[in-house]
């Protein structure tokens, strides 16, 4: 296999990770994987699912006794591994959590459905998707609106990353923090369909866009080009170094192979005849904790927008007088927006939400695609309309808040 | 990393040869300046009172020279003969001469002199004085102080090219209530020694180091934009600061303001800035960061000129045009220097006492000067550094020092509020010699520094996982040491001048001028009683606003009042007076309507040697 003694890059320590003479990692064996299935409510391993580990020069299965094994997943002081398993072909897939040195897996879900892509949470909670419909940590729902989901990865600033598709048949990344606030798109870009994200060393988030790898980097607002290997990449990458990754491709006769790609020397190395979901063995540092603020008891949130009326996408922003609120049962209600285009409203927590901004004439002038919700006593503050994540919020009291404090409640579903 | 701690290592040994600071201090290097001929290196050591003379070609501090209590900047004449550091606590500029290294003469300036520089012809020195903001001018001739030129608030960083000096504040300038900040570079034309020019950094609050180019048609100057007049409700996508640099000069056309930081990845608190001789590149510190940014100046200038110049300054993706690389140093950088040909970039780390050395070239340390100091870290130094570490806001944002200008205040009012927006707007205080003042907060909603500076910041402020266990335990202890400076009004002997006797009797009385009773509870000296000047209660006194949750506020020290305005809980009052004119109509702030101009200003005089 021609494995070499590879540097370990900023994101992982030299301790208790790869040995000089090798790499460690664990990944998932299969002949097939289709990464979009689970859109479709199907499994994204039709031929079967095994976990391998691979520590230097030995490998073994991670999870032995498992019908199929996936979505592994190395805690950050490298010992153990969260995985996706069903014990018997007919089970559900459910979380679990294993030793890297073995031993029986520990049972984290009993999911009444399928049960995937657990990640750690720097809080020792761990965080998963629950059939494709919701991302879940320990059963309690973190998302409140219609769509797929799924878990991709833990940021280093403590959100939580991953892809959906909110009825567009087309999926996009978005963040959220670890107790279900601030839901948004990693950028505004809309790019092609995006997916199987994943974190590096030097924060960049590394995805496929369409059929290709592309990158996310803290300096722009739009996805950019990454040097990817010939053929196909399909499913995660996993980083071993700076410019080194793990990447699985598909090669001409549909089989999936794992091979270590140096984008610098534009060289492939094959480490594995079939598999995907590389995930390297290590030590790293923990991404921060996220210090929730919510309180439990409540049922809504305020939503504070500064001006409605700028968009990073044409709008006649001019044209705005009122904001409208729905839930999908219907409008919650309707409020003036301010002279500087703020609003400020009350809207009830964990329900879907949509926005909707219209003119004096009450003719709609701007209307959100997608539903997004807010958490009980979440407080919630935008710069404009769909402004990306890139604007800055100008530093000026909004005229809504030199006029009252009090938010407009739209708590209920109006009657027509 | 490795290669780093060798090389510190190395250094530290280096140093055992060396002079010793004085024992017991960290040298905290804040300033920096080359001799003309490129091979000494001055350090101001604002925790040694003392210069370190770091001979360049050994990487070793040859001397130390004594100036006065806490010294802030430096300057070094054109022929290279005499250097002058400004002493900030002891309102004093040390003259030394270069050759011998010995001070030759001790000069008086305005209140907390921080920046200075000498001009072309050597003969005149313009110094910043940060608490009275002003310039003062001293003819080196006689070294006398010839004039005293109004600058903005909080006047701390020079710079000089050809007869311009440029001269910026760390305070913003004072403005109406909940209003966007103003500062200000005050331009000073040396030939006339007058200011010439105020332009407006409009939404800026603290502005640092400043510095022209060679040719003097660019400027470049570190500032940071506050978001404090939209709640705090999330740290993401820049909502509490806009690190960033105000561009000027000829090449610019005006005053442009550029953004230093990125979507996820903040340039926190810039304060140094150097531009390269060819004017190439320009180099900034990020003192919350403990990085170096270093900008392609071609490029700076064309964002400087886009038709969209005046939008960009809020667009989180624009200094992906000009900024090239991030270069990690040590904890708290501030002062930067280049040498003369520009291969060498110099960079004051405050607390690791070292200096490092970056190679231009290849935009990579190459060296780390140890300035030697404890050689232990101490739990308050510990704390010292998380204080300045911007580390533990979400995204690296902020730290306590953003909103604490050098363990300070910042001169701004916030939306803090957790539960709600628009409420309980809050005035950021002073937090010197605060350790017996508790509870903490306006409304004393905090029983002491655990609680005001732990979970409360993380979850509210932070938003991101903060001080914890033994590192919340040392943030307390420096919190708890930070000292008192000087009070500027206050004879050394504690006599009070006559003014100040009869604004004490004010304070103290316990009649109306028709020799009424006053209540006890409505004296100034029953509230405002004791050591602190605060009998840590609460208390309605009718300053409460319709968007306060609660009419009773936490008494507040005085202690060094005159320093921090504006003043009531939510900086409402822009002056010590307006408390009394403007907020107390019905005499519940204590009894102050039956006083003339003249005695509230006597009332004044008193309050100020609090």
Known sequence: MGFAALALGAAFSATGGNSEAGLNYVFTETTRYEPKAWLEGRDRFPSGATLKLVLGETRRALAPGFSASADAAVSDDGSRVLFAGKQTPSDHWQVWEIDIRGGPARPITHCDADCIRPLYLPTNEIVYTRDSSSIEIAGKPLTFAPGRYLTDDVLRDGRILFEADRGTQRRELFTVYPDGSGVEALRCDHGSDRGEARQIGSGDSIFHSGNRLARFTSASAVETEVAQPEGTVIGPIAEVSPGVWLVSLRGRAGHLGLFRWNAAQRQTVPLEASGVQPVIVATRTPPRQFPSALVASRTAGNLLCLNSRISRTPMDGAAVRTVRVYAPEGRLGETTVESDGSFYIQVPADRPLRIELADAAGQTVRAEQGWFWMRPSEQRVCVGCHTGPERAPENRVPAILLKTIVPVKMLEVQQP | ?610
């Not at chain 2, 934009?225 to 005006?254: E, M, Q, T, Y």
Request: contains cysteine; proline residues 5%; aromatic residues 8%.
């Open chain 2, 1 to 610: 990393m490795k290669r780093g701690g060798i090389l510190v290592g190395l250094l530290a040994a280096l140093l055992l040869g060396q002079p010793a600071p004085d024992g017991g201090r960290y040298p905290s290097p804040v300033d920096l300046a080359l001799s003309p001929d490129g091979a000494r290196l001055y350090v101001v050591c604002e925790g040694t009172d003392e210069v370190a003379v770091v001979d360049l070609a050994t990487s070793s501090v040859i001397r130390r020279v004594g100036v006065g209590h806490v010294p802030r900047g430096i300057a070094v004449s054109a022929d290279g003969k005499w250097i002058y550091v400004t002493n900030a606590w002891a309102d004093t500029v040390t003259e030394i001469d270069a050759r011998s290294l010995a001070a030759t003469r001790t000069l008086s300036t305005g209140f907390e002199p921080s920046g200075l520089t000498v001009d072309a012809r050597g003969q005149v020195l313009y110094v910043a004085n940060r608490i009275s903001n002003d310039v003062s001018v001293i003819d080196l001739r006689t070294g006398s102080e010839i004039k005293r030129l109004a600058a903005g608030r909080g006047a701390s960083y020079v710079a000089a090219s050809g007869s311009r000096i440029y001269v910026t504040h760390i305070y913003p300038n004072l403005g109406k209530f909940r209003t966007e900040s103003e500062s200000e570079i005050t331009e000073i034309d040396a030939d006339r020694q007058v200011v010439d020019a105020r332009p407006r950094l409009h939404n800026v609050a603290g502005t640092f180091h400043v510095a022209l180019s060679r040719d003097g048609r660019l400027g470049i100057a570190a500032q940071l934009r506050p978001k404090n007049l939209i709640p705090l409700a999330h740290v993401a996508h820049g909502w509490a600061f806009g690190d960033s640099l105000a561009v000027f000069g000829a090449d610019v056309g005006g005053v442009v303001q550029l953004p230093l930081d990125e979507l996820e990845r903040y340039f926190s608190l810039p304060f140094g800035v150097a531009i390269a001789p060819d004017k190439s590149k320009a180099y900034l510190t990020a003192s919350g960061s403990g990085e170096v940014a270093i900008l392609d100046l071609k490029r700076l200038v064309a964002a400087s000129r886009a038709p969209e110049r005046d939008a960009l300054v809020n667009d989180l993706s624009v200094s992906g045009r000009y900024v090239l690389a991030r270069v990690p140093v040590g904890r708290n950088p501030r002062s930067i220097v280049l040498s003369n040909d520009g291969a060498r970039l110099y960079v004051a780390n405050r607390l690791d006492d070292t200096i490092s050395v970056m190679d231009t070239a290849a935009n990579r340390i190459v060296a780390t000067i140890g300035l030697g100091g404890l050689p232990i870290v101490t739990p308050q130094r510990r704390g010292e550094r998380l204080f300045y570490s911007s580390n533990f806001s979400f995204q690296g944002q902020f730290g306590c020092a953003n909103c604490h200008l050098d363990s300070t205040f910042d001169g701004l009012q916030w939306d803090l509020e957790p539960d709600g927006f628009g409420v309980d707007i809050v005035d950021n205080r002073s937090i010197e010699d605060v350790a017996n003042t508790a509870p903490f907060k306006w409304n004393g909603g905090n029983p002491d520094l655990f609680t005001e500076c732990g979970p409360r910041t993380e979850r509210f402020f932070f938003r991101s996982q903060g001080f914890r266990d033994a590192d919340l335990a040392d943030l307390i202890t420096y919190v708890a040491s930070i000292p008192l400076r000087p009070n500027r009004y206050r004879a050394a002997t504690g006599e009070l001048t006559p003014a100040q006797e009869r604004g004490k009797a004010i304070f103290e009385r316990e009649r109306r001028k028709d020799g009424s009773s006053i209540p006890e509870e409505n004296r100034c000296s029953f509230c405002h009683s004791g050591k602190y000047h605060t009998n840590q209660k609460l208390a309605d006194v009718g300053t409460g606003k319709p968007t306060d949750r609660s009419p009773l506020i936490d008494t507040p020290h005085l202690t060094n009042v005159a320093l921090s305005a504006p003043y009531l809980h939510d900086g409402s009052a822009k002056t010590l007076e307006e408390i009394w004119t403007v907020f107390n109509p019905k005499d519940t702030h204590g009894v102050s309507n039956d006083l003339a101009k003249d005695e509230l200003n006597d009332l004044i005089e008193y309050l100020k040697t609090l």
